[in-house]
């Protein structure tokens, strides 16, 4: 393998598929990252058995100069922290001897051991016939508004994923801890044939929205029995499914409110967020939101610290009182989803759900179960 | 305890006196800063023990409104998060039945468990008859070009800090943690009566330059037994000192060398940086010089992961070759602190110390010692 190529272009796509490059890997080789050239460009492929992430640089102009086709694969680590420190506009690549690697400009030459590409697992990354094709713009949104919600607790490992349901021309996402639930509906521009039902580990989608562009290039969907491929420009990624049945969450939403109360999100947000100060324990802080007409206090105590208290003008359509305690943190997880100025939050009773909507973002709901604190 | 008091004035006094909170602190009432009033202002004081900062908020204008006198302690945490939280302009605090204070806004309200100030340890900040003044700017400089070379291992207490001797109208400021030797020499306006030879934990210089404003004002030394105050604008300062003796370094630093290169600060630190890519220790990886005229090879190789040569154009006064290996982050180090771009390396041999100096920073030397490799 020798290739000339232009720095920018090789760091863009090392930095890509380094995020899949575990350093606790058990398989030495995963360590690296997979090189193969051809004439048509360079294909770079790294994986941790869990996700795996494809580049394709395509020879384009003067960018790339292929002198030898051939592969190899590299020390990842060591590859991208030599690329990134160059200050060269051309890098040079050349495997000499089988298993030598040189990387050299004008004034640095790196030697690297390499591994010969046998070694390399053999990962399949298969189309299906028919992918699912997702706004990219619109896929990155459900990400941001949904992964949030997912549990941490590898206890439950179903919940630890987002819930891909697809049906007809109808994408619904839904991402639960148990304690919260965030719900993106998003229409597709085709109507699928086939209706899936899927879980995606939430850690594997946010890698993905990680390092994709800002093109508005259409994503490609590629769901398996066990995995899925998406692919976006000269991206292709993979992730494991999680097997299991995802917790039937379309009968949590109340559809009837006693009241409904709108508020700015941002100075919601700071209200909350000022509530919850005084606390040793900030991913388990009970706030209270206490609604008089229209006039919401938000409240909070800790024996030992002090107690707090909030007030904030808002609309209010029903006119009623209501008292009603959460945890902090999820109602503000919950509250920066909306990419809206102002939320409008629904009550059904004390110790009933809380639903948070927007006008402008009508396809996201977020669900966030109060406490009962008495 | 009763006073209005302009947001941006309180936030900037806690945020000082805060570096001396310690979260570890065995004795609860120091997790507290303690609050004075008085007619002129408000006096905030912290202490870990190992620093005390005290800041005195001058009642200036408008910007303080004292209704009644008195002192409290308060929790550290929450006080300077409500304050950093608080949109106002204005805040007030209150001290009820002794003990309880109320914090508020117009639409905001915390109350908090104070601590009565009899229960605080009775810190003394007491000044000497003769401080030590310092260009405030000049000494943010000797912290920074010298304490990076200080050592954290507490084995040796007495090297983990700076050593000042001050004699006549010279303040010499050596750090060395026996591997490497970084020394600056200022000289004062005035002519000190005493002579002092002391040791300051570096890492409490390094606090009290973070939380030092800009102001052009000179900056006081009080040096005691075994501690010392620096009086810099509104703010305190005291630090332990460490006792012992600290190592003779005068004569470490030779004055006759074989060749000198001179070199550009910011190419020679990236060289260096890449020469340092392969290693798993970041810590310890050593570099080699091989200087040859005019033109200086950077090399470092690992067996497991490969090698790499650097080649860079320098200035050679000696036109002559040496080979010298060292530690890559000691001599990064050395050459981050020039405030210069051009660096002048002076050897002495193979085995022999590497100095640095620049001409526009002629009081400024970083020794490096070399490591065998043969």
Same mark, same amino acid.
């Given at each position: 393998m020798k290739l000339k190529i232009k720095k920018d272009l090789l760091l863009d796509g090392l930095t890509k598929v380094s995020? /899949?490059? *575990?350093?606790?890997?058990?398989? #030495?080789? $995963?360590?690296g990252i997979k090189f193969e050239l051809d004439e048509n460009g360079l294909t770079l492929t790294a994986s941790d058995n869990d996700i795996t992430i494809q580049v394709f640089l395509e020879k384009n102009g003067n960018d790339m100069i292929i002198d030898h086709v051939g592969s190899i694969i590299i020390q990842g680590k060591y590859i991208l922290d030599i690329v990134r420190k160059l200050p060269d506009e051309f890098i040079n690549i050349e495997v000499v001897d089988d298993l030598k690697i040189i990387i050299y400009t004008e004034n640095s030459e790196f030697n690297l051991n390499g591994i010969s590409k046998s070694e390399y697992p053999n990962i399949t990354l298969e189309s299906s016939k028919n992918p699912i094709l997702v706004d990219s713009r619109i896929f990155r949104s459900i990400i941001n508004q949904t992964s949030? /919600?997912? *549990?941490?607790?590898?206890?439950? #490992?179903? $919940?630890?994923g987002l819930n891909f349901k697809i049906l007809g021309n109808t994408l619904e996402c839904n991402s639960t801890d148990s304690y919260r639930l965030a719900r993106k509906i998003i229409q597709l521009e085709q109507t699928v044939e086939d209706n899936y039902n899927i879980v995606i580990p939430s850690k594997n989608l946010l890698e993905f929205i990680k390092i994709?562009?800002?093109?508005s290039e259409k994503l490609e969907l590629h769901v398996f029995n066990n995995k899925i491929l998406i692919k976006f420009c000269n991206l292709l990624f993979q992730s494991r499914l999680i097997s299991g049945t995802y917790p039937n969450?379309?009968?949590?939403?109340?559809?009837?409110?006693?009241l409904n109360i709108k508020a700015n999100i941002a100075d919601l947000y700071n209200v909350i967020d000022r509530a919850s100060?005084?606390? *040793?324990d900030k991913e388990k802080n009970i706030v209270t939101f206490e609604i008089n007409t229209n006039t919401l206090y938000v409240r909070s105590s800790s024996a030992e610290i002090g107690r707090v208290e909030e007030k904030m003008s808002i609309e209010n359509d029903g006119h009623e009182s209501l008292k009603i305690s959460f945890v902090a943190k999820y109602m503000m997880e919950a509250l920066k989803s909306f990419e809206d100025s102002t939320v409008k939050i629904s009550f059904v009773g004390e110790v009933k759900p809380i639903i948070l909507s927007s006008e402008k973002d009508e396809n996201l709901t977020q669900l966030v179960l109060p406490i009962r604190t008495y």
């Open positions: 995020k /899949a490059i *575990s350093t606790k890997n058990l398989v #030495p080789v $995963l360590a949030f /919600a997912s *549990s941490n607790d590898e206890a439950r #490992p179903i $919940l630890t994709m562009n800002d093109s969450t379309s009968n949590l939403l109340p559809d009837e409110f006693i100060i005084l606390t *040793s």
